[in-house]
């Protein structure tokens, strides 16, 4: 993935702009497509030749300064792109988010129908559904009807009372108009299941809530303290962290910076995760030898204690005795014959 060209300069502090999936930047005769945000910029797309780009905070800001630049907002929110994120198709889903996306787009097809009959009724071909139109019972009434044709599964008009359920119920009007305004805005090239698809996945705040120096004295504290034959507790890495923390802090102090956080001892379990695996971090703890035993072949067998007993591991030889209780052949057999 190349790298956005612009670069500004003279920016002591680089402001991280909330851009909206599908946003087009146009600098230097050049139209950007952003698509998702990281940690450090921007990941874009050129429009002409289709290659992936990287914009910079730093390189976006200074490009919004610059003489002719322009920005619009695409429809690409609800392209398959923005969308279904990493995966290809809808199909690579999860069947509740297909059966999700199937769900949204016959409440899609109902509003569709609703609108149609109120534009025929009011004689407004301008007419598009509000809030408040999506929240009259009488259309709710007419939405559900017309989507129940296109789904398998009932769909509820208000939810059972009791807690939670698994039914499909339909929703209230905010959200409809949400959905309702994906479909309108889709392109004629694209899926109305890839748009209308549900990705409660991707919900949350994804973005690191530690800085680089935390994590980097983190990754001090770990090597200094916690990756040692002696096999320190997680405490005594935390207790090292934290003098770490506190010499920084008296610099940043004196020169007016905030204080950097200290981080819990299960962040602090989870960054040396991320360092080592469990297998380097018991050699580093407990020796290749321990490590050897615990982890090596033949670790995790769960072995017969007793000749013919049913048990199922990786590998195991032949036994007829076995073979004859599996089948049922063993309550026929007479003592003598069970103990040749």
Not at 52 to 66: E, M, N, S, V
Request: aromatic residues 6%.
């Amino acid at each position: 993935m190349g790298e956005f060209p612009f670069v500004g300069g003279g920016m002591t502090i680089t402001p991280q702009y909330a851009v909206p999936s599908g946003t087009q930047i146009t600098v230097r005769q050049r139209t950007l497509q952003v698509n998702r945000r990281h940690a450090s910029g921007y990941e874009a797309l050129d429009v002409e030749s289709g290659e992936g780009r990287f914009i910079p905070f730093a390189a976006f800001a200074a490009a919004l300064k610059a003489p002719g630049t322009r920005l619009m907002r695409g429809l690409s929110a609800s392209t398959s792109a923005s969308r279904l994120g990493e995966y290809e198709t809808v199909e690579a889903l999860s069947p509740q988010q297909r059966k999700a996306a199937e769900f949204h787009h016959a409440l899609c097809k109902g509003m569709e129908e609703l609108r149609a009959r109120l534009v025929k009724k009011q004689r407004r071909p301008g007419l598009n559904l509000s809030i408040r139109m999506l929240n009259a019972p009488a259309n709710r009434e007419k939405i559900v009807a017309v989507a129940q044709g296109y789904f398998d599964e009932r769909i509820r008009l208000q939810p059972r009372l009791g807690g939670k359920s698994a039914d499909w119920t339909l929703y209230q009007g905010r959200t409809l108009r949400k959905y309702w305004q994906l479909y309108q805005d889709l392109p004629p090239d694209v899926d109305p299941l890839e748009a209308l698809v549900c990705r409660d996945d991707r919900k949350g705040n994804r973005q690191a809530r530690l800085g680089q120096e935390v994590c980097e004295l983190m990754t001090q504290a770990w090597e200094a303290v916690g990756l040692d034959l002696k096999n320190p507790s997680i405490a005594s890495v935390s207790n090292h962290l934290e003098m770490l923390i506190a010499e920084k802090n008296r610099f940043r102090q004196m020169n007016e910076l905030p204080g950097l956080v200290m981080p819990s001892a299960a962040t602090l379990k989870a960054h040396r995760d991320l360092l080592v695996d469990p297998t380097a971090y018991e050699v580093a703890t407990m020796g290749e030898r321990h490590a050897r035993n615990t982890r090596g072949r033949g670790s995790t067998d769960i072995r017969a204690l007793l000749p013919g007993e049913y048990v199922e591991i990786d590998e195991y030889k032949f036994s007829l005795v076995t073979v004859a209780k599996v089948h049922g052949l063993w309550a026929n057999l007479s003592s003598d014959h069970r103990s040749l």
